[in-house]
């Protein structure tokens, strides 16, 4: 009878805690499904269809136009790393489109140019170095690689856009990785471009230095997770640099050590800086990870939907760098050398919801919504990173095999990207005299949104009978 007992009392046991830890979940799950009231007033209202199709005709009436927002041509020689990317492809673009000959434009990249819009006219002109910046030989010799006659006497500008994104991972065994990339092969570049010459250094940098962990584990009382809704400046440059931990990602970190060594390496004779993108980067339909992935895929499988963040379009990044480069070359060193600057669109921050609504009423080709419960994904995310921790070890990796393709990505730091982030660029705004780069917007996110589907439109219209 005892023994009768206590199996009974220990199946109530397990029953007690399946249901709490049950109740915990789905609470959990119905707090990230929502949106902080931080959130709401900084973004009160989500994109109708009316305002999201009158602002696609208009584009589509009158295309952004990029080329009276940029700078005059400055007359230099121009290096780019990474320049066959979405940020470095768009600084090239804005290169030419503000009159600098193809000839004095160099691309550092380890991969060659795929991206459509870079392999026709003056762009498909632009001399290609390959090289793998975490080799300082290599880097070395992309740079010293003779430039034309006619702009060898040129003084040169470097744009280091060049970078290895990997959002989830976060242990140290896999830091060494991102590192070699990331801090190592910055140093690299910096000693190359010193040793070329270069007066003028900008590096893009991230706004994800600034974010910190969500605390979604815990207290159950608490009404949302620690950290849920994080405002975004430039003022964690001025504090010490956080520990490993603090930091949602082994790319956050390097790009943080990164970015203090460009900045730091600023002086009279080369002078440097920092743009600082904010949050997620669209703009490239061959590339991006944002609305480009939506409309290649033709679907948004997401548990995002309620996240409200400010996206920055690749040609804002561009303009950011481009008016850092002018503000560099006054003649006397401006307050904003030396310095990270954060970039957004203009106008109130959207949802991911909002984004993928876009997609979905305005891309011919047809778009697929389905919208996923977070928890569970979370939940998910930490079993796939202690199997990739696993993968690593010298026993567990024959039992464990490392994750690969999406399943890799689903890690833990994926979902302390995800909160939502209100950024301000109200520093880059400042006039040079005041500190900043005098940056004016060209569009808001839902401009530049319909403008890229408007792009993928145009290229994927079904052809007329």
């Known amino acids: 009878m005892d023994d009768l007992t206590g199996t009974q009392l220990a199946r109530w046991a397990v029953a007690v805690l399946f249901i709490l830890a049950f109740a915990y979940l789905w609470r959990l799950n119905k707090v990230m499904s929502q949106t902080p009231p931080e959130a709401v007033k900084a973004s009160p209202y989500r994109w109708a269809d009316s305002e999201i199709k009158d602002t696609y005709r208009r584009i589509k009436a009158k295309p952004i136009d990029w080329s009276k927002h940029l700078p005059p041509k400055a007359n230099r020689r121009y290096v780019v790393t990474g320049g066959c990317g979405g940020v470095g492809g768009q600084i090239v673009l804005h290169l030419l489109l503000r009159g600098e000959p193809p000839e004095s434009i160099r691309i550092v990249d380890f991969k060659k140019v795929e991206r459509a819009d870079m392999m026709t006219g003056a762009a498909a002109e632009i001399d290609f170095a390959q090289a793998d910046i975490t080799s300082p030989s290599a880097t070395q010799a992309a740079f010293s690689k003779p430039w034309p006659s006619s702009v060898a006497k040129l003084p040169l500008t470097v744009f280091h856009t060049a970078a290895l994104i990997i959002p989830g991972e976060r242990t140290l065994g896999t830091f060494e990785v991102i590192k070699r990339v990331n801090v190592d092969g910055t140093r690299n570049v910096i000693d190359a471009a010193k040793a070329a010459g270069a007066t003028i250094f900008i ?18 009382f608490r009404r949302w997770p620690r950290n849920y809704f994080q405002a975004i400046d430039e003022s964690d440059f001025d504090k010490p640099l956080p520990t490993h931990s603090e930091f949602f990602s082994n790319y956050a970190h390097t790009k943080a050590i990164a970015e203090r060594m460009v900045c730091h390496a600023n002086s009279p004779n080369f002078r440097t800086g920092a743009i600082r993108p904010a949050n997620a980067i669209y703009g490239s339909s061959n590339g991006d990870q944002v609305v480009g992935v939506v409309l290649r895929t033709q679907s948004a499988q997401s548990w995002m939907r309620n996240i409200v963040q400010n996206f920055v379009h690749g040609g804002h990044i561009s303009l950011g760098h481009l008016q850092f480069e002018a503000a560099l070359l006054r003649k006397e060193m401006p307050k904003c050398a030396g310095r990270p600057f954060v970039i957004t669109d203009d106008g109130p921050p959207p949802s991911y919801g909002d984004m993928y609504y876009l997609c979905y009423i305005t891309a011919e080709t047809p778009v697929k919504l389905t919208f996923l419960p977070p928890a569970p994904f979370l939940i998910l995310s930490h079993i796939v990173e202690l199997v990739a921790i696993a993968s690593r070890t010298p026993v567990l990796k024959w039992i464990f ?5 999406t399943l890799a990505i689903l890690q833990p730091g994926v979902f302390h990207a995800s909160l939502n982030f209100v950024a301000t660029d109200k520093a880059a705004q400042k006039s040079v005299e005041q500190g900043g780069l005098g940056f004016r917007h060209v569009h808001t996110t839902l401009e530049g949104m319909c403008q890229q589907v408007l792009e993928w439109n145009n290229e994927h219209a079904s052809p007329s009978p």
């Open 401 to 405: 095999p490392a994750p690969k393709g």
């Open 203 to 220: 590096a893009t940098s991230s706004a994800s230095i600034a974010h910190r962990n969500a605390g979604y584990w815990g207290n159950p």
